[in-house]
């Protein structure tokens, strides 16, 4: 039995790879799956925004050419993939029938919460009150206060009006509750 170098059976092997990675065409996903999918992660991001479960990043882009772009260069698993990770992380954060469910930067129609419910007044418990029923629960267990957040984000009473400028202050958590 004739034994072959070690150092030509990998450049064997390393030149067969190269020949079946070259030979198989990308199994890209195709435009009209990329159309579907894209709008599919429009309508995710638009319940972010409704809920306010403040999730951001790649995954959450709001413009459906972004996500088009990316799937035309991704494999349909990879963009399936990504349409479960959100699937997902929106019903934890509609609380999956939970008692409890902590909201870490909570968001209100696209933009932090306010510190207060209406215009200086009625605020810190009664914003976070107001919310946590907004989100299905009936109580409020913490919350904690983002002072001065408007320096950087504009912020949205529970009531609706916005808030722009550094004097704007918002939550960095509320924890709400079903259960006493």
Not at 24 to 37: D, I, K, V, W
Not at 90 to 96: F, H, K, S
Not at 146 to 151: F, L
Request: net charge positive; hydrophobic share 40%.
């Amino acid at each position: 039995m004739t034994r072959i170098p070690r150092r030509a059976l990998i450049t064997a092997c390393a030149i067969a790879a190269a020949a079946v990675l070259t030979a198989t065409p990308a199994l890209t996903a195709p435009p009209l799956f990329c159309e579907a999918y894209a709008l599919k992660a429009v309508q995710q991001q638009k319940t972010n925004l409704a809920k306010g479960c403040g999730f951001v990043g790649q995954r959450w882009m709001k413009k459906f050419g972004l996500h088009y772009a990316w799937c035309l260069g991704a494999t349909p698993g990879a963009a399936n993939g990504e349409t479960w990770a959100r699937a997902g992380l929106l019903q934890q954060c509609a609380g999956g029938g939970g008692a409890k469910k902590k909201f870490v930067a909570p968001m209100y129609k696209g933009l932090r919460l306010d510190w207060c419910r209406k215009w200086a007044t009625e605020c810190g418990g009664p914003a976070a009150k107001a919310f946590c029923v907004k989100m299905g629960y009936p109580l409020v267990k913490g919350f904690g206060m983002a002072e001065d957040i408007g320096t950087y984000t504009d912020t949205r009473l529970i009531t609706g009006p916005v808030c722009s400028g550094p004097q704007c202050d918002g939550f960095t958590y509320i924890t709400c509750s079903k259960t006493p």
